[in-house]
C-alpha cells in the first residue's frame, strides 16, 4: 500500500457531546459575594479517665485543699471542676494538649490552696508528695483512713469532698505508678541474694570460749 492509499485523519474532528450526561446545576450568586470558605470542624479535646489496671499497690502523689466546712468545699471542688471542663472544651488538634492541660490543672489547684487551704500544707501548694498503702499517719496532716481514702481515688478525677477529723478535703491525683516501696520490700522476700546479702552483711557474733580452751 503506498503512501496515498494510507487512511488519513479527517482535517477537522467534530466531538458531540453526551446528551445523557445531567447538566450540572448553578445557583445564582449576588453579584460582588465571596465564595463562602467550608471550615472543617476541629477536633476538640476530650479529658481521659487514667487508671492503671494493675493487681500491684499504687501509690499517688496528691495534692489537697482543706477547707473546714462542706459547703465552701464544694464551692471549691466545682471551682476545679470548671476549670477542667473549660480546658477540655477548647478545641485543638495538639496531640499534647491533654498533658499541658494536666500540669494547668495542676498548677492552678496548688493556687487555690496557697490561698483557702487550712492544712499547714497550704505553704507548698498543698503536696501531700507519694501516699502509698500502709503509710503511717501525718500528724495534723492526714489519717489512715483519709490515706485508704486517697488511694482509691482516680488521676486527675476530683472526688467529692472527703471528711476527716481535720475537715473536709478536696484531693488531685496528679500521678500513679505502682508502688516502689512495697515492691522493694516483696522482692527482698522473694529474692534468694538478698537473704545471701543479709546474712554476709551480718555482724559476726564470737561464740564464748569452752572449758577446753580455757588454761588450768
Known sequence: M???????????????RDKTAKEPKVQDKPEG???????????????????????????????????????TANLIRQTVVDFQNELAAEPTD???????????????FARLARKYSVCSSKGVGGDLEWIYPKMPEMEGIFTK??????????????PDPIKSKFGYDIILVCETQICKKIEE???????????????????????????????S
Open 33 to 71: 459575594e465571596a465564595p463562602k470558605r467550608v471550615i472543617k470542624p476541629r477536633k476538640v479535646f476530650q479529658a481521659k479517665k487514667v487508671k492503671i489496671q494493675s493487681k500491684k499497690p499504687l501509690e499517688h502523689r496528691v495534692r489537697h485543699i482543706r477547707m473546714s466546712s462542706l459547703e
Open 94 to 108: 495538639d496531640p499534647d494538649k491533654e498533658y499541658q492541660d494536666y500540669e494547668k490543672i495542676e498548677k492552678f
Open 2 to 16: 503506498t503512501d496515498k492509499e494510507q487512511p488519513q485523519e479527517p482535517q477537522e474532528t467534530v466531538y458531540e
Open 185 to 215: 520490700e516483696e522482692k527482698e522476700k522473694l529474692d534468694p541474694r538478698y537473704e545471701a546479702l543479709a546474712a554476709k552483711d551480718a555482724p559476726r557474733v564470737q561464740a564464748p570460749p569452752s572449758s577446753m580452751d580455757i588454761p
Open 145 to 158: 483512713d483519709l490515706r485508704d481514702e486517697i488511694l482509691q481515688c482516680e488521676k486527675f478525677v476530683i
